[in-house]
């Protein structure tokens, strides 16, 4: 790429009497001769999270028999899918389609935030739901009274301010970084690992702080998760009826599905203290989080769920009386 190039050596002779004011972000360089059908593909992708995942919040807050915990955590979910995967994907349909690469000092630390942002509260939320699923499952005759909309809120409030409370340190630490080599940032999002690596400071101590918040929050997240998950396996498998067995892991096997989905990803490119030599590996396993579970995640949930489907037809239904 002409530009790559240009901008490279221009950063290598004026060295470090000079600060970098943008970067490249470089995509998919191998695949970027066919940047208009990937655009095409990502697009449509794009289109369908949003679209499948507003659809969740819609009908959740337009049936009423929908308005419980549960449903709420799920449109809850569905609305930071929405906002996770526009943080990321409009910039890589530019790079696709026009091969707009270059990306502002600012706007790179603002994605970052976002970016870091919504991933903490999703894992958050996920240990939340898991917790609900839990109370739902295994104390049936408490569940209402513990488990109240009012609650319900007040803990999506706590996972939603926790994740800007976690990232605003490492933000920080980054923005009060030297950048003066090159500024090619090896990835299609400017994330916290790919960008540190650009520094020509010393970056061990944020490499070494991103490592343990990133162990602290994903081990602390599937800690929560996996002791209800067991609790609701030995809750089910004392269940009298197989009946009662199947509704009980219908209900718990979409949320399995997107955790295993979330999980997998995220230990595979944050829970490693060196970053250096894994950012290539990184890109693939981000479009996981980025384009492939936002777009799976309204199909798990609706597809397997006997009430939203019901719910969904009802809401077709009023929609073609009205015309």
């Excluded at 002779?13 to 360089?29: D, H, Q, R, W, Y």
Aim: charge should be positive; include cysteine.
């Amino acid at each position: 790429n002409r530009k790559e190039n240009e901008s490279y050596n221009h950063m290598e002779k004026m060295g470090n009497e000079t600060s970098v004011k943008e970067f490249i972000l470089e995509g998919f360089p191998a695949v970027q001769h066919l940047g208009k059908l990937l655009f095409g593909v990502l697009l449509l992708l794009y289109l369908v999270s949003i679209v499948g995942n507003t659809v969740i919040v819609m009908i959740m807050w337009m049936d009423h028999r929908l308005q419980i915990p549960m449903y709420l955590f799920l449109s809850g979910f569905s609305f930071l899918e929405c906002c996770f995967t526009t943080s990321v994907i409009p910039k890589l349909l530019a790079i696709f389609l026009s091969g707009m690469q270059t990306i502002s000092f600012a706007a790179c630390l603002t994605q970052t935030f976002v970016f870091l942002t919504l991933g903490v509260t999703g894992f958050f939320l996920m240990a939340v739901m898991s917790i609900d699923r839990y109370m739902a499952i295994c104390n049936p005759l408490h569940y209402h009274s513990i488990m109240t909309m009012r609650v319900s809120f007040l803990l999506i409030l706590f996972c939603c301010s926790i994740g800007p409370i976690v990232t605003t340190s490492l933000i920080i630490k980054v923005s009060q970084l030297s950048f003066c080599g090159s500024n090619i940032i090896k990835h299609f999002v400017c994330d916290l690992g790919p960008l540190t690596q650009l520094s020509c400071s010393d970056t061990s101590s944020i490499e070494s702080l991103a490592f343990f918040l990133a162990l602290f929050i994903i081990l602390s997240s599937l800690a929560v998760t996996i002791i209800c998950y067991i609790n609701i396996a030995l809750t089910i498998t004392h269940l009298p009826s197989a009946k009662e067995r199947q509704k009980a892991f219908s209900t718990c096997s979409s949320h399995l599905i997107v955790l295993f989905l979330m999980y997998g990803s995220c230990i595979f490119i944050y829970m490693k203290p060196n970053q250096a030599n894994r950012l290539d590996t990184n890109k693939e396993a981000a479009l996981i989080n980025t384009v492939v579970t936002p777009v799976l995640n309204p199909f798990i949930y609706t597809l397997r769920n006997k009430q939203f489907r019901q719910a969904l037809r009802d809401v077709i239904f009023k929609i073609k009386l009205l015309r």
